[in-house]
């Protein structure tokens, strides 16, 4: 076996590890807010929040269709999260300091996320602006670096690093 081929086996445990990681760390982190978010802004229960994820491919017809839209929202909602942590993954294969300055990389991409969701996503799925008012929008932006970013980051730091 070629030194690069055994580089290659060695190094996807750790892609997987730091993908899984990072994605569900993330996706779980970013759920919780979101279901504590909108229990105490609206009242609203997790079942709601996972069907109105799911509306983004079912349209209003996910609030209609009880907890396998949830469960389907649940699935998008991971999806996405292992996406983001995946995108990161690459980019620091190429940008060395996403894996040496984690713990600042990774807030920055929480934001990164947050506008890629928010500013092209959303108004694109839903054809409407998603303006908010601003302590929402600074809400948002926070729990994404915090929820989104910062376990992605981290979670790709910890595994790409050369042990």
Do not use: E
């Not at 996406?83 to 040496?100: E, G, P």
């Amino acid at each position: 076996m070629s030194a690069q081929a055994t580089t290659f086996a060695v190094s996807k445990p750790k892609s997987n590890r730091a993908i899984l990681w990072g994605g569900l760390l993330a996706g779980i982190m970013d759920i919780s807010a979101a279901f504590l978010t909108s229990y105490f802004r609206a009242g609203r229960s997790p079942i709601f929040v996972l069907q109105s994820v799911a509306s983004g491919l079912l349209g209003a017809d996910s609030y209609k269709r009880g907890l396998p839209a949830a469960a389907l929202g649940l699935l998008i909602h991971f999806t996405i999260a292992f996406v983001a942590c995946t995108v990161y993954y690459l980019a620091s294969r190429k940008l060395r300091f996403l894996i040496d300055r984690a713990y600042l990389c990774g807030p920055l991409y929480g934001i990164v996320v947050y506008l890629f969701m928010y500013g092209v996503v959303l108004p694109l799925r839903f054809h409407r602006n998603f303006f908010q008012p601003f302590s929402s929008v600074i809400s948002a932006v926070v729990i994404h670096m915090i929820c989104v970013g910062t376990p992605i980051g981290l979670s790709v730091g910890y595994f790409g690093k050369k042990r």
